[in-house]
C-alpha cells in the first residue's frame, strides 16, 4: 500500500467522526505517524478485527468498521437466502463500541440483512446466545475484550453462535479485500433502521433466557443444603458483566455481595485499571483492597465483555491469594465431576475440551473421573466447534465442561464462547458448597496437587508494534522452527509444528516443543494483538522446584525474543 497517497486520499473522503478529521490534521508533519497508520489494512482473521482506536487503514474507526461490515454483510447474502438474512449486534464499555455497533448494523441495514441488537452494552456470551436464539446468520461483538483502552475489536460470530473459523475468516477477507473503502460500502442512519424495523432491538426475553439458561448450569441436587451467605466481592472492571452477574447471582440466592464501587460504572478508558485483564495482578488490587476491607470470602473480577473471569481467595493468615485460570479451572472442572457423580448426572460418555496451552493436569483429573479429554488449538471458538459437533451427533449434553488457560470457562451448550456470567456463578457455588464442608478452595488446590502432582503453567508475552514489529515476530517464528536443541538445560525431544494441521486440527502458526522431564514450551503470534506468546508447563516435586526450572526455560527464551 502506497501509505502516503492513501492518507492524502483519507484527508480528502474520511467524514462523519471529528476525531479522524482532526487526528488526520495532526499527524500532518509526522510521517512516521502517518506510515503507522496507512502501511496496512487493519488484519481481519477469526478474532474479526482488533486495534488502536484512531484515523487509518491500521486503525479501528468508523471507516475500518464499515469496510469490514460490508465484506460481511457479502459473505452472508453469498450464503444464505433471503428469509435467513440476520445479524445480530452487540457492544462492550470500550471508547466508541455503541459507535461502532450502530455503524455496523446501518451497513448490514443497507444490504438488506434484518438486524438485532441489544439496547444496552451486553457481555460477548449474550451475543454468541442471540445468535442462535434469533436464528442468525452471523453476530458481531464490538470489544477488544481485556487490551487496554486505546484498543477496541470486532468480532464474528457465524451461524453456530462461534466465532467463526479459518476457513470463513478467509472467505470474508476476500470479500472485505475486494471493496474501497470509501466507494464500495453501503450505509444507512441506525436511527431510521430503527424506525422502519429494518433494525430491532433485541427483546428482553431473550436476555432473561440467557440467564435462565447460566442458572441452569448448576450441580447441585435438591439434597445439598450450602450456606449461599458467603462475603463475596465484585468487580465488573468497568465492563459489561456488572447486570447480568448481579442478576444470576442474586436470583440464585447469593445477597451478600459488594461492588466495587469505583469499577461499577461503565468507562471505556478504565481509569482505575489501565490494564482491565483479570490475568493481570494490577486489575484485582482494587478489589482486593475492598475484600480486605469488607473480610470477603470470595472477590471475582470480570473483564470488559464478560467472558473472563478471575478469582481470589482469602488464606488461613487473612490475606487474599489470587488463583490462575488454570487453577480455577482444575478445581471448576473437579466440583463438576465430583458433583455430577455424586448426584447420578454423569452422562455415559462425557466429555470435557481444553486447548492445548490449557494446563495438561486437567487431563489427569478428568481421565481419574472417566471423562474424555478432547485437545483444541488456542481459542474458545475451538473449544464451542467441538460442542457443536457434538451436539449434530445427538451428544451435546455429553459436554460437560470447556477451559482455557486465560481465564474462560462454559459448562454448557447454550452458548459456544466462554462466559464469565457462567463461570462467576459456578464459582460462587463451588467455593459456598467447599465452605459449608469446612474446606477452602487452597486447600482443595493442594489436595489436587497432592494427588497428581504439581504442576507449574505460565504465560510470557513479548509486543511487537508498527511494521517493524510485524516482520520480527515473523523473523522469530522462522527461527523457532530452526534446529533447536534444547531450552532452558532442557533437551527438546519433540516438537510439534500445528502449521502442518496436527491432529486433525485446523493449521496454525503454533510451535509445541515437548522437552524432558515433562516440560513444555508453547510459542504462537497472538490473533488479535502485536505479540508473540510463550506457554511454559513445568512438572516437578515442588513448587520451588518448578519455579526454578521455569525461570530457566524462560531466561533462555528471552534470548529468542531480544
Not at 441488537?117 to 446466545?129: F, K, N, R
Not at 486489575?283 to 473483564?303: I, P, Q, S, V, W
Not at 487431563?363 to 485437545?375: F, L, Q, S, W
Amino acid at each position: 500500500m502506497d501509505y502516503r497517497k492513501e492518507y492524502e486520499r483519507w484527508c480528502e473522503l474520511a467524514r462523519g467522526d471529528s476525531d479522524v478529521e482532526n487526528e488526520l490534521v495532526a499527524i500532518a508533519d509526522d510521517e512516521t505517524k502517518i506510515e503507522d497508520a496507512f502501511y496496512r489494512d487493519l488484519a481481519f482473521g477469526t478474532g474479526g478485527l482488533r486495534g488502536v482506536i484512531g484515523a487509518g487503514t491500521n486503525r479501528m474507526n468508523i471507516h475500518t468498521v464499515a469496510k469490514a461490515s460490508q465484506g460481511l454483510a457479502d459473505y452472508v447474502i453469498k450464503n444464505f437466502a433471503e428469509d435467513e438474512r440476520r445479524i445480530a449486534v452487540s457492544y462492550d464499555s470500550r471508547i466508541k463500541s455503541d459507535l461502532f455497533s450502530k455503524v455496523a448494523a446501518g451497513v448490514f441495514a443497507a444490504n438488506g440483512i434484518k438486524v438485532y441488537i441489544y439496547t444496552e452494552l451486553m457481555p460477548t456470551p449474550c451475543l454468541s446466545y442471540a445468535v442462535r436464539a434469533l436464528k442468525c446468520s452471523a453476530g458481531i461483538m464490538v470489544t477488544a475484550s481485556h487490551n487496554p483502552s486505546k484498543y477496541n475489536g470486532y468480532k464474528v460470530y457465524g451461524s453456530d453462535g462461534c466465532q467463526i473459523t479459518t476457513e470463513a475468516a478467509k472467505t470474508i477477507l476476500a470479500e472485505i479485500e475486494k471493496l474501497d473503502i470509501f466507494a464500495d460500502v453501503k450505509t444507512s442512519d441506525f436511527e431510521a433502521g430503527i424506525a422502519n424495523a429494518a433494525i430491532e432491538y433485541i427483546s428482553e426475553r431473550v436476555y432473561t433466557d440467557f440467564v435462565e439458561l447460566v442458572k441452569k448450569q448448576s450441580v447441585l441436587s435438591v439434597n445439598d443444603n450450602i450456606d449461599k451467605n458467603v462475603s463475596i466481592v465484585y468487580s465488573p472492571l468497568h465492563g459489561a458483566g456488572l447486570k447480568p452477574v448481579l442478576r444470576t447471582l442474586k436470583e440464585m440466592g447469593y445477597t451478600n455481595i459488594t461492588v466495587v464501587k469505583e469499577q461499577e460504572e461503565p468507562d471505556g478508558n478504565f481509569t482505575t485499571c489501565p490494564y482491565p485483564n483479570p490475568e493481570i495482578r494490577e486489575a484485582m488490587d482494587l478489589g482486593m483492597e475492598y475484600a480486605k476491607k469488607y473480610n470477603a470470602d470470595l472477590l471475582l473480577a470480570t473483564d470488559p465483555d464478560c467472558d473472563r473471569v478471575g478469582i481470589a481467595v482469602k488464606t488461613p493468615k487473612g490475606d487474599y491469594q489470587l488463583l490462575t485460570g488454570n487453577e480455577t479451572g482444575m478445581l471448576l472442572l473437579d466440583y463438576i465431576c465430583h458433583k455430577r457423580i455424586e448426584n447420578g448426572t454423569m452422562q455415559d460418555d462425557p466429555v470435557f475440551i481444553k486447548t492445548i496451552v490449557t494446563v495438561d493436569m486437567a487431563e489427569r483429573i478428568a481421565a481419574d473421573y472417566g471423562v474424555r479429554t478432547i485437545n483444541v488449538l488456542t481459542g474458545f471458538k475451538f473449544i464451542g466447534e467441538q460442542i457443536g459437533l457434538l451436539e449434530k451427533q445427538g451428544k451435546e449434553d455429553s459436554y460437560i465442561f470447556g477451559m482455557e488457560e486465560s481465564y474462560g470457562y462454559l459448562s454448557g451448550g447454550y452458548v459456544r464462547d466462554k462466559d464469565a456470567v457462567d463461570g462467576a456463578f459456578l464459582i460462587c457455588e463451588m467455593f459456598a458448597y467447599y465452605k459449608t464442608n469446612e474446606i477452602s478452595l487452597i486447600e482443595k488446590l493442594n489436595e489436587l496437587y497432592k494427588k497428581y502432582g504439581y504442576t507449574l503453567n505460565t504465560l510470557h508475552s513479548f509486543e511487537f508494534d508498527g511494521s517493524a514489529g510485524f516482520e520480527k515476530m515473523q523473523g522469530i517464528m522462522k527461527m523457532f522452527r530452526g534446529d533447536i536443541k534444547t531450552i532452558g538445560g532442557r533437551k527438546v525431544e519433540t516438537v510439534l509444528d500445528y502449521s502442518k494441521g496436527l491432529d486433525g486440527l485446523p493449521k496454525s502458526d503454533v510451535l509445541k516443543f515437548l522437552l524432558e522431564g515433562n516440560c513444555s514450551v508453547v510459542v504462537r503470534p497472538s490473533g488479535t494483538e502485536p505479540k508473540l506468546k510463550a506457554y511454559l508447563s513445568v512438572t516437578a516435586d515442588s513448587m520451588e522446584q518448578a519455579a526454578k526450572t521455569e525461570k530457566q526455560i524462560c531466561d533462555d527464551l528471552h534470548g529468542y525474543f531480544a
